[in-house]
């Protein structure tokens, strides 16, 4: 428990999985903010969301999982100093921190790390609140991909792609 009412992240451990997928499951079946099949299985999304490169965290209110992210390397190669990160919310967590604080570990962990900067490869577009969150944490739009996105309601909608220089920077 926390007592406090702060927000604690932490890795993810196997006991984690469960509440994982109870956010990620509502996100992935709507299909209209990740690049993942509506009716993928626990199993194979949780397969995904735990695959290397990344490393998974948790972020717990008074001792509930209510958020979870993965971070980890871009490309590999000459591009391995970009990191690059999901995060998922679960529904009860709006307007409660979560986010932003996922948001803002990643940085500081990707930045421990030694990754000089971090990517969003394929933002929806129509996701207005996290390009809301992710400018606000000091992401820019560095791309467009027109149509990218093949969205569930409103058909082809564009993606971004965001990028966020970490060297300058204090933690």
């Given at each position: 428990?926390?007592?406090g009412?702060?927000?604690v992240?932490?890795?993810?451990?196997?006991g984690d999985?469960a509440a994982?997928w109870q956010?990620?499951e509502?996100?992935?079946r709507?299909?209209e903010?990740?690049?993942i099949p509506?009716?993928?299985?626990a199993?194979?999304?949780l397969?995904d969301?735990f695959?290397?490169?990344?490393?998974?965290?948790?972020?717990?209110?008074?001792g509930?999982?209510l958020?979870?992210?993965?971070?980890g390397?871009n490309r590999?190669?000459?591009a391995?100093?970009?990191?690059n990160?999901?995060?998922?919310?679960?529904?009860?967590?709006?307007?409660?921190?979560?986010?932003a604080r996922?948001?803002?570990h990643?940085?500081?962990?990707?930045?421990?790390?030694g990754?000089?900067?971090?990517?969003?490869?394929?933002?929806v577009?129509?996701?207005?609140?996290?390009?809301?969150?992710w400018?606000?944490?000091?992401?820019?739009i560095?791309?467009?991909l027109p149509g990218a996105?093949r969205?569930?309601?409103?058909?082809?909608?564009?993606?971004l792609?965001m990028f966020h220089d970490?060297?300058?920077?204090t933690p």
């Open positions: 428990m926390n007592p009412g702060s927000v992240i932490r890795p993810a451990g196997p999985r994982i956010i990620l509502p996100v992935y709507a299909g903010t990740y690049c509506p009716d993928i299985t199993e194979d999304a397969a969301w695959a290397p490169p990344f490393t998974v965290f948790v972020a717990e209110l008074d509930r999982v958020g979870t992210s993965h971070v390397r590999p190669g000459p391995s100093h970009v990191a990160a999901s995060f998922a919310t679960h529904p009860d967590a709006r307007g409660r921190g979560i986010a996922l948001v803002a990643a940085k500081d962990w990707a930045r421990a790390q990754f000089r900067a971090m990517q969003f490869n394929f933002v577009s129509t996701n207005a609140d996290a390009v809301h969150s400018q606000k944490a000091g992401f820019r560095v791309g467009r996105f969205h569930p309601r409103l058909g082809y909608v564009d993606a792609v970490l060297t300058g920077e």
